[in-house]
């Protein structure tokens, strides 16, 4: 069996050095260390920008080093994504393109030339067609979605075209396994493989997409039990593109065209049914989310207009340059009550949008009415919290 395994490695700008250093320890190096004892294992990567950056500015150069030394042995496929982990759907293009280049700019300073990613890790898989073709005219190749993105169930591997886009692949990714290195529920390889038997997966291929911090952060033990399914040798581990080679030399089947629908790798059934395929990031429903997104689209509508007329100042790179962070998706996912809840992520990425509001305002670069309404959708944020 082929195993296809993506894993995402990412931490909010500014985060903090000692938590940086805990999920290191606990995960990142693990990681590394264990593909480094396997030369023939492999897994497909991605590193935001934003970790690459603080990697770089916490001293953890050498997992920099070991990434960019297991990416040039092959046994790591590096991805393409956006630098500061938007909700990529939610935004206009162009802050979704600016987010791409910052990240490729980003990460090809650190990894250098091997950095040339043919596949996208869109953040939380938060997919939307107006993004597909966005990649596609950026030039990547492949994306991988949660299952759920999948009307048709007639689909083997889990692997299709996109339908209107040539040449553009879509992989599927299984929810239940991915989500087994984040639930606890094994304890040992042989609870995945028994697993993996019980699921019955068809033509002995197994896509999984999942948060790298799982294995050893999330979940303590999990990266030792990785390394031993590695150990096993019962399953053949690959990157996504060279299933794609795979697939395109080997001929055994037309690859289907599919058209994924709008979702996230955490959408339920229930939410997509209401038109809610986001629920996590932007709720109807939830109050707090439409006074961020109130905030978070005056700040893009106000940059925009700057950007307009002034986009070679000093000032307003600056400001531009606060806002490629002011976006980041974790205030979002923090701000549902019964879920996941954190005043102080919340209270961060609002005061991150004042801010930039703020500078323009002192800038002279837009008016008393714009800012007084910023501090105000920010005091509402700030009270319900």
């Known amino acids: 069996m082929f195993w296809l395994n993506l894993l995402h490695i990412y931490q909010p700008p500014e985060q903090k050095k000692e938590i940086i250093e805990k999920i290191a320890i606990e995960s990142y190096s693990k990681i590394l260390n264990i ?23 916490y001293g953890f150069k050498n997992l920099i080093k070991d990434i960019k030394t297991l990416a040039e042995n092959g046994q790591i496929e590096l991805v393409g994504s956006a630098k500061y982990h938007f909700i990529l759907p939610l935004v206009p293009e162009s802050q979704i393109i600016r987010q791409i280049e910052l990240n490729s700019k980003t990460n090809k300073k650190y990894f250098g030339k091997i950095y040339q990613p043919k596949g996208f890790f869109i953040p939380e898989l938060a997919y939307s067609k107006k ?12 994306i991988v979605l949660d299952e759920i993105a999948l009307k048709e169930k007639n689909i ?25 290195f984040f639930t606890g529920e ?22 999984t997409a999942l948060d790298g911090e799982n294995l050893g952060h999330h979940q ?29 030399n080997a001929k055994l089947e037309n690859i289907k ?34 006074l961020q997104w109130k905030l978070s689209k005056l700040a893009i509508k106000i940059i925009s207009r700057i950007e307009q007329k002034h986009p070679l100042t000093l ?18 996912w923090w701000a549902n009550y019964d879920v996941h809840w954190s005043p102080g992520m919340i209270k961060k ?37």
């Not at 993004?131 to 492949?142: E, H, N, S, T």
């Not at 629908?261 to 707090?288: H, R």
Request: hydrophobic share 35%; with cysteine.
């Open 35 to 57: 593909l480094k004892a396997h030369p023939e294992e492999k897994i497909t990567l991605n590193i935001n920008g934003s970790l690459t950056e603080q990697f770089d500015k």
């Open 315 to 332: 000032k307003y790179k600056n400001i531009r340059k606060e806002l490629d962070q002011a976006l980041f998706s974790c205030q979002y």
């Open 220 to 248: 303590l033990k999990m990266a030792e039990i990785w390394q031993e399914i590695l150990d096993s040798k019962k399953i053949k581990t690959i990157t996504y593109s060279e299933y794609i080679k795979y697939k395109l």
């Open 156 to 180: 083997l591997d889990g692997f299709c075209q996109t339908k209107d886009l040539d040449d553009f692949y879509v992989f599927f990714r299984n929810r239940k396994i991915s989500d087994l």
């Open 349 to 385: 990425g609002a005061e991150k949008l004042l801010k930039v509001i703020q500078l323009a305002y002192e800038a002279k670069l837009t008016n008393l009415d714009s800012f007084q309404k910023a501090k105000n959708l920010y005091n509402k944020i700030i009270l319900i919290c």
């Open 131 to 142: 993004v597909a073709k966005i990649l596609k005219k950026m030039g990547y190749q492949w």
């Open 186 to 207: 094994i304890k040992n390889s042989n609870d995945f493989f028994r697993i993996l038997k019980e699921n019955n997966l068809p033509n002995d291929v197994l896509i």
């Open 257 to 290: 065209i599919i058209e994924p629908q709008e979702c996230s790798w955490s959408s339920k059934k229930s939410e997509l049914e209401k038109g809610i395929p986001f629920a996590l990031w932007n709720n109807p429903n939830n109050k707090i989310h439409q």
